[in-house]
């Protein structure tokens, strides 16, 4: 799968996706992701990318010209499946949405800076708006990487143990069981004896019991989807 995000903060996004799981699924050749920086795409000296809003409002405003360019490149080298932009507006995002975008081949996001960006991009260039929760980033850069982030990591070979990512919280609407390591007492803190049983069936039934009573208690609303 291949991500292009483009951004006017290059910098905010390079350690986040550049480490850790995503490192690796770009390395052995599972994911592809390239950061357009959008001052590439402007033509003048100051490399500008925002201006005044018409009607006066406080804020400046990301201009048409540089993103309208910078995706016509991308759209004139490869199709796109999905051309997102982060915005609180946009549908919350969850599991299911990432799901859905891990099955894609290429999709861009476009990262909205200061005060928004011009309308008419979203108008006529955006296919998706993505919130990642009711209140305000400073930009769309951070929910760029929780977007690539959860995204890569569920692109099946993407994790050494494909069946990890499948038992998270959220896949089947169930939050996770609780996960234990050694030592099996630590402080007198002990560790659920059927973990220790090496009975699988056992185990397997006391997850599945944990992470419906966990779901219930703590997120009733999953069950109800
Ligand atoms: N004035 C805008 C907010 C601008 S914040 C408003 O009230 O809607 C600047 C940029 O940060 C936005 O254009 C968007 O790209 C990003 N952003 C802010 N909050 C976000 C969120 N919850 N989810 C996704 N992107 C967000």
Redesign the pocket.
Known sequence: MRIDIITVVPELLASPLNESILKRAQESGHAEIYVHNLRDYTDDKRRTVDDYPFGGEA?MVMKVEPVFRCIEKLKSERDYDEII??????ITYNQHEANRLSLMKNIIIL???????DYRIREHLITRE???????????EL?ACVIADSVVRIIPGAIGDEASALTDCFQDNLLAPPVYTRPAEFNGWKVPDVLLSGNFAEIEKWQDEQAYARTKALRPDLLDE
Request: proline share 4%.
């Open positions: 804020g932009f982060t915005s609180p507006d946009g990262c909205g800076h200061y005060k928004g960006i993505i919130s990642i929760g009711d209140y305000v980033l400073t930009g769309g929910a």
